[in-house]
């Protein structure tokens, strides 16, 4: 069996078991996005315009709670340094870190979403599109996580370093992803936030490994 | 037959000087002991030899190719038992064991041999996280037996062990240096083993032969 195959099946295995952690977020995700009218008023209209960013902003904060664990157990219990030392390319193995992450909050995110469009009142018209764009963008999000995970192995306080790094660096796709929505109700069509949200998708797929590979390096040493 | 062999080598840790021109060499059968304080750096010194780290001076080579220009093929060379286990409370015995092994995919023993070699073929179905810490070490030793590396690199591999297993492990790891395997030993405890060299370091870091 391969290296790669075994690697995964273990990640996999290792995220079921402590499955607590995915559905933690995905509460807090619901609770985060049911806060927003009792703070705001359950007015329709003003659900229905400020809903699909507010599930997406939700999404973003519910995904960083589940990124600092990303290497943090493996750091801490020597695994890491095992896998750095593994034939398998750390690069590799930094996408199927990345792969089962997004297996187990991402989908379970996407999962959960339907419910959110109910209780926010967001046109049924934008649904297809709003899950598009959670289907391109909770990958990113898992990605550019997973840079800002490995850099903050070894530091105190990680969690909240971690946010004030990623955070930032993901505006962009919290730009086009509710903006989807918006584009196709005012008659623009979503084409062209889905396609640079791809674009973000690919681009960090190519660039984030390397990275995220190197901070791990540089954390083990 | 293999020689790994190190020169001059100067390594900083937190702007202390751990080891200052230290120098080793190691041929397929022998073991090489690395004595000293605490402190004194054999920690250091294998995880320069497993590669986790590149010497601020010298060099460390594998049949004079250094180890930093194919760290791929040295990582294929080596296994690595350091301090931390490895082992996930949330997997049994048997899958921890059996994951290191089947990722190495080496010509060593399989996962419910070295169990059973290092005593603990009882324990393979229990979750790890019930393990007392001797029990634990035993499972991450298992990563040397199922390897089927060449060069076994231990960070002292019998603490928390006792004396049955430890006398195990030595027997074990006569057999894989009996076998043209060779080894790198931190310890302060003697492990008895022929063939074994010793070097200890210090604020005068010797050289080994």
Redesign the interface.
């Given at each position: 069996m391969s290296a790669v195959s075994v690697l995964f099946r273990r990640e996999l295995r290792l995220a079921l078991r402590q499955s607590a952690d995915s559905v933690m977020v995905i509460a807090f995700f619901v609770i985060a996005v049911v806060l927003f009218p009792f703070g705001v008023g359950p007015e329709p209209n003003m659900l229905a315009r400020i809903g699909p960013g507010v599930i997406w902003v939700c999404a973003l904060l519910a995904a960083m709670l589940s990124m600092e664990r990303m290497f943090l157990g493996d750091y801490e219990d020597g695994s890491l340094e095992l896998l750095v030392l593994s034939p398998v390319a750390l690069e590799l193995v930094v996408c199927i870190k990345v792969a089962v992450h997004w297996l187990t909050t991402g989908v379970p995110l996407i999962c959960a979403a339907p419910l959110l469009f109910v209780m926010m009142n967001v046109p049924e018209e934008i649904w297809p599109v709003l899950l598009w764009s959670l289907l391109l963008g909770t990958p990113v999000l898992s990605l550019i996580g997973s840079v800002g995970a490995a850099l903050i192995l070894g530091a105190r306080r990680g969690g909240v370093l971690l946010s004030l790094l990623v955070l930032p660096l993901v505006i962009p796709v919290l730009i086009f992803a509710a903006g989807a929505g918006d584009a196709v109700l005012f008659g623009d069509g979503a084409k062209a936030n889905l396609m640079l949200l791809g674009g973000i998708l690919l681009g960090s797929l190519a660039l984030t490994p390397w990275a995220t590979a190197q901070a791990i390096r540089e954390a083990v040493a | 037959m293999a020689e790994f062999s190190g020169q001059d080598i100067d390594c900083i840790r937190g702007e202390r000087r751990v080891l200052s021109g230290t120098g080793f060499s190691l041929q397929s059968g022998h073991a090489l002991i690395l004595r000293g304080a605490n402190g004194a750096g054999k920690s250091t010194l294998l995880r320069l030899m497993?590669?986790?780290?590149?010497p601020h001076g010298g060099r460390i080579s594998w049949d004079g190719t250094d180890i930093a220009d194919d760290p791929?093929e040295h990582?294929?060379r080596?296994v690595?038992v350091?301090?931390?286990?490895?082992?996930?409370p949330?997997?049994s015995v048997i899958?921890n064991a059996s994951?290191?092994a089947?990722?190495?995919?080496g010509s060593g023993m399989t996962a419910s041999e070295a169990l059973d070699v290092l005593g603990i073929s009882h324990l393979a179905e229990l979750p790890a996280r019930y393990l007392s810490a001797g029990q634990r070490r035993r499972v991450s030793l298992c990563?040397a037996l199922t390897s089927g590396a060449q060069l076994w690199l231990l960070d002292e591999p019998s603490t928390a062990l006792d004396a049955d297993t430890t006398e195990a492990l030595r027997k074990t790891i006569e057999g894989h240096l009996a076998s043209g395997g060779m080894t790198a030993i931190s310890t302060h405890a003697d492990m008895g083993l022929a063939a074994a060299a010793t070097l200890t370091l210090g604020p005068a870091s010797g050289v080994a032969a």
């Open positions: - | 497993a590669g986790l780290m590149r791929a990582n294929r080596i690595y350091g301090h931390a286990d490895a082992v996930k949330a997997l899958e994951f290191w089947e990722l190495a995919a990563r």
